[in-house]
């Protein structure tokens, strides 16, 4: 029997690359437990001589609650929009053979090449014109319009993998497109599903573009915007603003770890086949 030699080169990069990972993660973490003068003192990378929740408290005080529900409101409009909008719109692309469908895709695509940057001053006129400014709403659809392309993308490649036998058999046995739809369709690309709501998700928690440019009151502040506050003319608070980042990023953490393994493989099926 031969014996497996250990590959150490291996071994060295994932250290390597767990040190690189592990240690922002280390100086965040610590940098919460500690007071602002003992990290002033003892800098970023020692342990805290006394562990401390006052950073938690100070950021839950400090209308982090009212941000956090914002930003979950935005969120959870956004998934729903891309949610109710795109599956029907990649069944649609996928299973037509019209020029017009392969427009309205080619116009989809377009839409990964443009960046919010270049659009939001036009954006926010409309949105001002509208009556939108400086609500949920008006930040909403923006957020929501930017993430259907790749969202449209995901999904239309899922649908191609499946096969056109199962199309057919369910045609054969009198099932109509909405049938076929529902009970075909959406059963097997829940891979590209989880996928496209990891990815809205991620757009719009973590959006900072149009919420910044579009809203203005502490009313529609989310939680981009309110990591701000932990920054003042004398200096920036770094314990309460990590315990803020800390904070705001389990939600989304959490997301996509119940969602990891449909989110690779809907990731695989980008391409079609």
Avoid at 178 to 190: A, H
Wanted: hydrophobic residues 50%.
């Amino acid at each position: 029997m031969s014996k497996t030699r250990p590959n150490f080169l291996a071994g060295f990069g994932s250290l390597v690359w767990l040190l690189v990972v592990g240690l922002p993660l280390y100086v965040m973490l610590v940098a919460t437990l500690q007071s602002r003068p003992d990290y002033a003192a003892n800098g970023p990378l020692a342990l805290p001589g006394r562990f401390t929740l006052d950073n938690y408290l100070d950021v839950l005080d400090s209308g982090f609650a009212q941000y956090f529900l914002n930003t979950l409101v935005v969120t959870v409009c956004v998934v729903g929009i891309v949610l109710l909008l795109v599956p029907p719109l990649a069944y649609t692309i996928v299973r037509s053979r019209g020029r017009a469908t392969g427009t309205v895709f080619r116009l989809f695509l377009l839409g990964l090449a443009i960046p919010s940057q270049a659009v939001i001053v036009p954006m926010f006129f409309v949105i001002s014109e509208a009556g939108l400014y400086d609500s949920l709403i008006g930040v909403i659809l923006p957020t929501a319009a930017f993430a259907m392309p790749v969202s449209t993308l995901i999904l239309s490649g899922v649908m191609r993998d499946i096969t056109p036998d199962l199309y057919e058999a369910m045609t054969v046995d009198g099932a109509s497109p909405r049938r076929v739809f529902f009970q075909l369709v959406l059963p097997l690309s829940r891979s590209g599903l989880s996928t496209s709501v990891v990815f809205s998700a991620l757009q719009a928690w973590n959006g900072f573009l149009f919420p910044l440019v579009l809203t203005q009151s502490a009313e529609t502040k989310v939680i981009t915007l309110g990591l701000y506050e932990f920054q003042t003319e004398h200096g920036v608070d770094t314990p309460g603003l990590l315990a803020a980042v800390v904070l705001s990023m389990l939600p989304i953490l959490l997301v996509y770890l119940f969602a990891r393994r449909s989110l690779v493989q809907g990731l695989m099926g980008v391409g079609g086949k």
